[in-house]
């Protein structure tokens, strides 16, 4: 009778139970029934409790669920970017290597090329 009382402070100047709160201190509705009140509540209150419980756990898992998926990817794409800015790097530097073994001058073009693929790799928002 303690947890009914702590549970249903709002209905505490009321001769009525709480169906909801009475399903929750209960454990359930075994059998169909409601373990305690010998019908003193109404179903259809109970029967509610059951349905936004089932609904709820139900949300929960599957957000939990989703969430989780979520992390793994954007620690995945994270990854995939860091990856990406590595190779960008390497490239630039080869080709940039390649014209200073060469002895030749890189061309304006290709610079501002590099340049702006090396701006776009560090503006990728991970």
């Given amino acids: 009778m303690d947890d009914y009382a ?5 209905n505490s100047g009321q001769q009525e139970l709480d169906g909801k709160v009475l399903y929750k201190i209960s454990g359930g509705m075994h059998h169909g029934r409601v373990a305690i009140a010998n019908g003193a509540v109404k179903k259809a209150d109970v029967l509610s409790a059951a349905k936004e419980k089932s609904v709820a756990s139900s949300n929960s898992a599957s957000y939990r669920s989703m969430a989780e998926e979520n992390r793994q990817l954007q620690q995945a794409n994270r990854g995939l970017h860091e ?3 590595q190779l960008g790097e390497l490239t630039n530097d080869l080709i940039l290597n390649l014209y ?4 030749k001058e890189v061309p ?3 610079k ?8 776009n790799a ?4 991970t």
């Avoid at 200073?100 to 002895?103: A, N, P, R």
Wanted: proline share 0%.
């Fill in 6 to 10: 702590a549970k249903s402070t709002e």
């Fill in 83 to 85: 990856r990406v800015d």
């Fill in 100 to 103: 200073s073994d060469l002895g």
């Fill in 108 to 110: 304006a073009g290709l």
């Fill in 112 to 119: 501002s090329h590099l340049a702006a693929l090396t701006a």
């Fill in 122 to 125: 560090s503006m990728i928002v």
